[in-house]
């Protein structure tokens, strides 16, 4: 029993050494990982599917049997947000988790090998990051097709190179550190420079732009789709739902009001956790 | 610490050694034709003797940690070549030099940006093992304990990372880091500049104590002529790229011969009030680099210039033995 | 009366939610025509001092006990509006980093006689000629061309001129360096130091507060050293008794340390162990765990600074 509540108070201890660390990033964190657990598992705990009609309770307010209501087939607003995060956040995962391999990767060898090789894979990036990022999205669905996955790829493709940039720019400040020079000196290697002393050492400021890109990216594919041009119906996406609510704002304001404010949260959560760890990563913190 | 002898060869010795920084850089500065450079180093020749410490002392913009760069292949030169063991180093492929980065480190000046912050003490000093696969991973586990308890700290600090260490101990992994792989030649880049007089006191003994016990050669970097005095056996003294004289220790403490040395070492603060120096000797600052007086770079400093000094670049000539100074002044000596 | 009086002055640091004593019950005297050095490691206290002097302390330090006086002026209970008047005309401070002390944004010219005209009340013309009669004195070579230009086109030296330039143009009473010379080269240290002894102290018979840890410097141009230890004076004096013949076991223990000249090779004498940190300074006497003549006195005892020699004062019991 006793060791059971030093476990509990020891947990208690480090939860709030987090929360003193960056507020931030504790509540962004928190949110986040709330929204993932609950969305993750919405198939064990809902007693709706998302796609179960309610014909006795279309348009319903927000009742018992549905807490956040109905839309205009019966379908329950709650059990649908939670699934449309599914679709949100495995968009925004699968963006910038493309969008980070690649841009880390490449930013990292300009930034390292500078030269010619910088030039090579910049200047197509420059290319890249002067499209817009929309236009660029819309072009790319357009064109391959209107599945999630074409959807990650688009919003990967135009992270890559917010990414790469970043990356070669925090590399270059890493690259002329001492330190580096020092390993040198004892004879490592290119790709130990660059995975054990200069990554480590570079990432943070990609990782606080990743924080803020998933939250960009959500809004990408809540706006696709709410143009028709992203998820399809009848699956779920806090987009979609919007742009069905809009004919019943009259009537049922929640159905626009619930994924509105859905989509706030995500990305708010994520916001608050880009800027936390701005906080926690900026070396002018750490004291030496 | 062993006298030097003529039958002597050098473990490692500079030719020509020159290293001009462009100031522009990109694609524009080639079609510009012509382009401005720093001439960081210019033309330096010296030898290092095994077991030995030469000691390279000058102010900022001396060129001495460009110069000490050049002597481990860390930057090319733009001119001249550096042997070891009568192997040009610059000529080296890449079995040759990793050959020869085993056998040559490098001690950095900061000891707090010269570690890396996000590695484990204990990762820092087993890297080098890593690198040329020295040993089984017990055997290297071993070798750093051994390492950590012979620069002076416990085995548990390893697990440390460096934000937890003072500035002292940070020096000694450093030293670790530096001595895993048991070199020959060591290059110590003021070593002990940034550190509280106790403390280097403290690092100098080990660097002293590791230099018997391994028959050690150390190239120090410095601009602080105490720790010349106390740990070299012989001092090049740098101005503006150039070696301007070079000497055994002793001599050129009893008697330099070059003008800027004895400038040099009349605005040292000696700890001795009752020793007080005429401050005002010094006169003006070190001329920019980029834009470097004609003839002697010393010229217009010089409290005994001549008039052929502003034209007439000085040779570094011997003026004994192992004694060699660039001045004009020493030239006429010889004619 | 002195012209500036330390008293008693403790300072502390807020770290984790605790006040830990950085500088803790230390006095002392500056006199007019003075240079008084305050020597020591870092992390001994003698830039808090500084600090706690000008009043500009961070927001996570306070003077917790104790008074200084610029003579009958209480620096500790004076208004932020009088001190500002103070700071820069009768209390000017000089830093490691002349960049401190200089604005990027306005051209050295500019600033100079910005100061002028606030503190001294000149009009621009005579506050021109001023600036220019400074730069002159502090060495800048060129100095009509030198007003317009920036700060980031001067050296480190001539950057460290110009900001002692700034400190002396109101002819303070008192200067206080803080490593001014730790950043130079050694002919440019040698020139500065030259400088402020000659301008200030000779001239004007201002007192010079020098903080350095380079004993060097100390016995180069200090008249009377402080020689600080974890917060404390642990001896202060003349500086010629005090080279020649240093009591306390530290000061003893600092000196031998050195690698100096004239000195023979070998190892050098140096004091075991590392000075403690803020939150884990020792009982009694900050020394005594590295001392080599602690007894069990000294870990209870906390031995007051009093006179043991002409001209010197130490903190040990070995001399009670």
Redesign the interface.
């Known amino acids: 029993m006793s060791a059971r509540a030093g476990r509990v108070g020891k947990l208690l201890e480090r939860l709030r050494g987090w929360y003193n660390a960056s507020r931030s990033a504790f509540i962004g964190g928190t949110i986040i990982v709330a929204l993932v657990i609950m969305t993750a598992t919405v198939s064990l705990y809902s007693p709706y599917k998302p796609d179960a009609m309610d014909f006795m309770a279309p348009l319903s307010a927000p009742t018992a049997a549905h807490l956040l209501g109905t839309d205009n087939f019966g379908r329950d607003i709650l059990t649908r947000v939670l699934y449309g995060y599914q679709i949100s956040l495995a968009v925004a995962l699968g963006s910038v988790g493309f969008g980070l391999a690649a841009g880390v990767t490449l930013g990292l060898l300009a930034g390292y090998f500078g030269g010619a090789l910088d030039n090579l894979i910049m200047r197509p990036m420059d290319v890249l990051m002067a499209f817009p990022a929309i236009v660029l999205v819309v072009a790319l669905t357009g064109f391959v097709g209107r599945e999630v996955s074409v959807m990650v790829l688009a919003v990967a493709v135009v992270y890559v190179p917010i990414f790469a940039r970043v990356m070669r720019g925090s590399t270059l400040e890493v690259v002329s ?3 580096v ?9 290119h790709l ?1 420079l660059m995975l ?2 200069i990554l ?2 570079a990432i943070a400021p990609v990782l606080i732009q990743a924080s803020i890109l998933m939250g960009i990216a959500i809004l990408l594919e809540s706006a696709l789709s709410f143009i028709g041009l992203g998820t399809q119906p009848p699956d779920p996406s806090l987009g979609l739902m919007l742009s069905e609510g809009r004919s019943f704002m009259q009537q049922a304001p929640w159905m626009v009001m619930v994924p509105g404010l859905a989509i706030s949260i995500v990305v708010l959560g994520f916001n608050l956790l880009g800027n936390g760890l701005q906080d926690l990563l900026n070396p002018a913190r ?1 004291g ?1 | ?1 062993s006298s030097m002898t003529d039958s002597a060869r050098p473990l490692l010795r500079a030719a020509g050694l020159s290293k001009y920084f462009p100031l522009e850089s990109g694609i524009l500065a080639g079609w510009r034709g012509a382009q401005a450079a720093v001439k960081a180093v210019e033309s330096v020749s010296l030898d290092v003797y095994a077991g030995q410490t030469l000691a390279i002392v000058g ?2 913009g001396s060129g001495k940690s460009t110069l000490g760069r050049l002597l ?1 292949r ?1 930057i090319q030169p733009s001119a001249g070549h550096v042997q070891y063991k009568g192997e040009n180093i610059f000529a080296m492929n890449r079995a040759q030099l ?1 050959a020869f ?2 056998q040559a ?2 001690i ?3 000891p ?8 484990r003490v204990g990762h820092i000093i087993r ?2 093992l890593d ?2 696969r020295e040993g089984s991973k017990a055997e290297r586990e071993k070798r750093v304990r051994a390492l950590l308890e012979r620069v002076g700290l416990t085995s548990a600090q390893a697990r440390a990372y460096p ?1 937890e260490l ?3 101990q940070r020096q000694r992994v ?1 030293i670790a ?2 001595l895993a ?1 048991s070199p020959e030649i060591v290059i110590a880049d003021e070593p002990t500049s940034s550190l ?7 690092t ?2 080990l660097l ?2 590791l230099q018997r016990d391994f028959n050690l050669t150390y190239v120090f970097i410095t ?5 010349v ?3 070299s056996d012989r001092v090049a003294v740098m101005y503006l790229g150039k070696i301007v004289e070079e000497a055994p220790t002793d001599a050129l ?1 009893a008697a330099p011969q070059h003008p800027y040395t004895q ?2 070492f ?9 020793r ?2 005429n ?5 003006g ?2 001329p920019s680099p980029l834009d470097p007086p004609s003839g002697c770079h010393f010229h217009p400093r010089c409290p005994q210039v001549l008039t052929a000094c502003s034209s007439t670049v000085p040779r570094l000539l011997e003026t004994a033995p192992g004694r060699r100074v660039a001045c004009l002044l020493h030239e006429d000596e010889e004619n | 009366m002195s012209l500036l009086s330390v008293q008693n002055l403790t300072t502390e640091f807020l770290s984790g939610g605790r006040w830990l004593e950085a500088v803790s019950d230390v006095s002392f005297d500056l006199q007019r025509g003075e240079i008084l050095g305050l020597v020591g ?2 992390g001994c206290g003698k830039s808090t001092i500084a600090y706690s002097v000008m009043r500009l302390l961070a927001s996570n330090a306070r003077i917790s006990a104790g008074e200084v006086w610029l003579e009958d002026l209480n620096l500790t209970k004076a208004s932020e509006d009088a001190l500002q008047d103070l700071r820069g005309s009768r209390l000017s401070m000089i830093f490691q980093d002349p960049m401190t002390a200089l604005d990027s944004l306005f051209t050295v010219g500019h600033q100079v006689i910005e100061t002028l005209q606030e503190h001294l009340g000149l009009n621009l013309a005579a506050a021109q000629e001023r600036a220019l009669d400074l730069l002159r004195q502090v060495g800048i070579p060129a100095a009509e061309e030198r007003l317009g230009a920036y700060p980031y086109q001067f ?1 480190g ?2 950057s460290q001129r110009i900001a002692l330039a700034i400190a002396i143009s109101c002819h303070p009473q008192v200067l206080i360096a803080d490593e001014p010379t730790t950043a130079l ?7 500065i ?2 400088l402020i ?1 000659r301008l200030l102290v000779e001239e004007q018979g201002s007192g010079v507060l020098l903080i350095t ?9 200090c008249d009377r050293v402080a020689v600080m230890y974890a917060g404390k004076i642990v001896e202060c004096g003349d ?2 008794s005090i ?2 013949n240093p009591l306390h076991p530290y000061t003893q ?3 031998k ?5 004239g ?1 023979a ?1 070998g ?5 075991q162990g ?2 403690p940190g803020l939150a884990d300074r020792p009982t009694g006497c900050q020394f005594h765990p590295r001392c080599i003549h602690a007894r069990a006195l000294c870990r209870e005892r906390t031995p007051p600074l009093r006179n043991a020699a002409d001209g010197q004062e130490v903190a040990c019991v070995l001399y009670d």
């Open positions: 550190e001492l330190y020079e020092g390993a040198r000196a004892r004879g490592a290697s130990r054990r002393h480590p050492n750490k030496r | 610490m102010e900022s481990l860390l990793r980065r085993r480190q490098i950095l000046q900061d707090y940006a010269s570690l890396n912050p996000r590695m890297e080098p690198i040329y934000a003072s500035g002292g450093c880091a530096a792989l509280d007089v106790s403390v280097q006191a403290q100098l003994n002293s104590d601009h602080d002529l105490g720790v005095q106390h740990f403490f400038v040099l009349s605005a040292i603060p000696r700890p001795d009030p009752s007080r120096v401050w005002e000797l010094p006169k600052e070190p | 490691e870092s050296s030296g001539m080269d050694v002919t440019i240290q040698a020139q130091l030259h002894r840890h380079d004993l060097g410097v100390v016995a180069q141009v500086v010629e080279f020649s223990a600092l000196f340390s050195l690698p100096s000249q000195i090779r190892a050098l004498e140096n004091i590392l000075v």
